[in-house]
């Protein structure tokens, strides 16, 4: 579940880090699985310097498309609506989500057939349209093992990547009664089989969109597992999901992002399928939806688009591999974080989605590492943003004043005057000086206890003479 | 149903500023100075006075002079990553002015290094020392990159056979692009054998105020770090306080037989003929 509502949610990220730290076989899914991805990218990628010069190409085709995003989209729904498409402008997820239910309503749908699309995660789609009495059934494995077992993803690629083979068989066996099983191949099958059903009865084909061509009106969508192309062609009606970032003006736009987003995420050089959506079937045509919508859903990010440091988050082409290389998320795992998007991205993208101070905690629980940013496709700056976060949070800058709706949220007078007089402190060398003689005097008395710090080390001793005094007793023997 | 654009949307702001493309400064190196300015770093200054002496010590061998300002204090770093700019910016201020002549400013410190390189001209956008900062953030170097490239140091090694695991700060390896260098010049050292730690560009846990913000995750990550250093050798060396501070300090705490030092002092007693 997202915290929509929850303003303890830092209190509650605390308690979820602690669980899934002392959760062993979570520790060891993630520390597996992100050990995997790290390799498989790696290989991949091997070549540093065409790596380097798609990344640089990448991140100025994201650029170039954010620096005209309002004009594309306009575009894109002018080229989309002239060949057949129903476009659709949501400003939230709410509205969505009510986009979707009148459309359903309209054809008199029972049942929606859904390809990956987190866009439809954040909105809670599924949870909504049950509501309604309309069941949405997730067709890509990963996501049809996370509804099986009521859970939410924990990565946005491998959205059940906390669970291992052991678990999926018994969670697979309980609920729909097939063999318990380690082979992989024959619950691919018996997921395969439940689900072609489905297909077939299916009302409506819902997915997501990787990225959306504004000259040409083209969705595309990246799959592996053919599900994506059943979703958007075997039910008479197809609705497309997207954020409003992921427009691109043109068509070979779309290659260099691709072939990164491929190999950032699983390493493949390219996914098995790769579908181009441009109208509805055609008189002449075999098969293909009757109807097709798109729903642009802002939801945060026009707002998030009007700062321009902030605005590099909406850059982000969701290939994974941010939270795959983030020490943190290897950690604690997706979950942990209680958003739609977890590791990196989840901690600079959620607080402009869902509240900042619902996502208290998240600019904080960075090292500054900058794993993400080094291996980032269109190398959006995580840790700037992240810092960027913290000083919105504190309303730190009278320079540059925070900007974001929650800014200074975290203020405390007591961190704010703590970080006065530090800085009193070190612009006044004598005291300074003064204060660090205390410190290494006071050593000998203090409790070798530092809180959080001395949990797990030892606190760190001043050494006997500081280097400036070493310093001024070697020119005073001179 | 079917809504037009203008309708239901919040209107896109059309002439929004284009986003910059965060681009790495190019770095040049000077050539070989006859003085250099020696900013220690808070760490170094109370905690590693060792490490700071060794590459003083190390520098005058070059024949190189340095000056140490009595009167710096700290670079600003922990105020800036945890969001207080204000004070952050009026600390880093504080120490331009220990810096009168161009000379080059070493660091024996990835981390604060990195901070005056390459965060420096940004704190001060729009600000009168705009220029100023921009100046000093040219001229900072980490120690051990200043020495490998600009000095060409080549060490002897006058030590013993040992064992040592490599740990560089994510603040050297990827703020500033120099993993290399450590190895670089553990590598020269021939009786110094280099081994690689398992999964050696992770971070070891410590972040600043990371480390007390969330221990439980802190804690995590460096117990795995320690181990991963241990499985590969008993004596660790590290360009970063930080992490010196944050490992060493686990390995004690828990009892595990590893050694670490700053990579300066062990440079820097390895070429001594007592090594
Ligand atoms: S932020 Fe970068 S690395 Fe992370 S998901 Fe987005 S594109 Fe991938």
Not at chain 1, 159 to 176: D, F, G, R, V, Y
Request: charged letters at 20%; one cysteine or more.
């Amino acid at each position: 579940m997202t915290l929509k509502t929850d303003h303890l949610a830092g209190g509650q990220f605390y308690i979820r880090v602690q669980d899934a730290l002392a959760n062993a076989p979570i520790r060891a899914n993630f520390r597996k699985a992100m050990d995997g991805l790290m390799h498989k990218r790696a290989t991949a990628l091997e070549d540093t310097q065409e790596r380097e010069s798609l990344r640089e190409l990448a991140a100025n085709v994201r650029l170039r498309a954010l620096a005209r995003l309002p004009e594309l989209l306009i575009q894109l729904e002018k080229k989309c609506q002239s060949q057949g498409i129903q476009v659709h402008w949501a400003q939230d997820a709410q509205q969505a989500c009510e986009q979707v239910l009148a459309i359903c309503q309209q054809r008199q749908a029972r049942t929606v057939i859904k390809g990956k699309s987190m866009v439809s995660e954040e909105m809670e789609l599924n949870h909504f349209l049950a509501e309604a009495g309309i069941e949405a059934l997730e067709s890509d494995l990963g996501e049809y093992i996370v509804q099986l077992a009521q859970e939410t993803p924990s990565h946005i690629i491998m959205p059940a990547i906390h669970k291992n083979t052991q678990q999926i068989s018994q969670l697979m066996h309980e609920k729909t009664g097939t063999q318990l099983s380690h082979d992989v191949a024959y619950l691919t099958e018996c997921a395969r089989q439940q689900l072609r059903e489905r297909f077939q009865q299916a009302d409506i084909g819902l997915s997501g969109v990787n990225f959306a061509v504004a000259e040409t009106g083209t969705l595309c969508l990246v799959e592996n597992e053919g599900n994506g192309r059943l979703t958007t062609s075997v039910p008479s009606c197809h609705i497309a999901v997207m954020g409003i970032e992921k427009v691109v003006e043109h068509l070979e736009d779309v290659t260099p992002l691709l072939s990164l987003l491929t190999r950032s995420a699983t390493g493949q050089a390219i996914t098995t399928y790769f579908n181009m959506i441009s109208r509805p079937r055609q008189p002449d045509e075999k098969d293909g939806p009757e109807v097709v919508h798109l729903i642009l859903v802002d939801n945060g990010r026009a707002h998030l688009y009007q700062d321009p440091e902030l605005r590099d988050t909406l850059r982000c082409i969701r290939c994974g591999a941010c939270m795959n290389h983030c020490p943190v998320y290897t950690r604690i795992g997706g979950h942990a974080y209680g958003t739609t998007y977890p590791g990196p991205i989840g901690k600079i993208l959620m607080p402009h989605l869902t509240g900042f101070a619902n996502n208290a905690a998240l600019p904080s629980a960075s090292t500054l590492c900058g794993a993400c940013a080094e291996v980032c496709p269109v190398k959006i700056p995580i840790p700037d943003i992240l810092v960027r976060l913290r000083r919105e949070a504190v309303n730190g800058d009278q320079i540059n004043p925070s900007v974001m709706a929650e800014k200074g949220f975290k203020r405390t007078w007591k961190e704010a005057l703590a970080w006065q007089l530090w800085a009193y402190l070190a612009q006044r060398p004598r005291l300074y000086q003064i204060a660090t003689k205390i410190a290494r005097l006071g050593h000998y008395w203090m409790p070798q206890s530092l809180g959080a710090w001395t949990q797990v080390r030892t606190a760190p001793r001043p050494a006997a003479k500081s280097l400036s005094q070493l310093r001024r007793d070697a020119e005073k023997s001179l | 149903m079917h809504t037009s654009s203008s309708s239901k949307v919040a209107p896109l702001y059309t002439n929004a500023a284009p986003a910059q493309q965060a681009s790495h400064r190019l770095k040049v190196y000077p050539p070989k100075p006859q003085k250099v300015y020696f900013f220690a770093t808070c760490l170094v200054d109370l905690f590693y006075p060792d490490a700071g002496m060794a590459g003083i010590q190390l520098l005058e061998q070059q024949g190189i002079e340095v000056l140490y300002p009595q009167t710096q204090t700290c670079c600003g770093q922990p105020a800036y990553t945890s969001g207080y700019h204000d004070q952050a910016r009026a600390v880093a201020q504080a120490q331009f002015d220990l810096f009168p002549e161009p000379w080059p400013i070493v660091l024996p410190s990835g981390s604060c290094a990195g901070m005056m390189r390459q965060h420096y001209p940004q704190l001060f956008a729009n600000t009168p020392e705009q220029a100023n900062a921009q100046a000093i953030a040219n001229r900072v170097f980490e120690l051990t990159d200043f020495l490998l490239h600009v000095c060409q140091l080549q060490l002897k090694d006058e030590g013993k056979p040992i064992k040592v695991a490599l740990h560089t700060s994510c603040s050297a390896r990827r703020e500033l692009g120099i993993a290399h260098v450590g190895e670089t010049l553990l590598d020269q050292l021939a009786q110094v054998e280099r081994i690689e730690p398992k999964r050696t560009s992770e971070c070891c846990g410590f972040g600043g105020t990371f480390a007390v913000r969330h221990p439980q995750i802190s804690a995590a990550m460096v117990e795995d770090k320690t181990q991963a250093l241990i499985d590969a050798a008993p004596h660790f060396v590290t360009t970063d306080c930080g992490c010196l501070m944050n490992i060493q300090g686990h390995a004690e705490k828990t009892r595990l037989k590893l050694q670490g030092e700053h990579l300066l002092s062990f440079l820097w007693r390895r070429t001594q003929n007592d090594a």
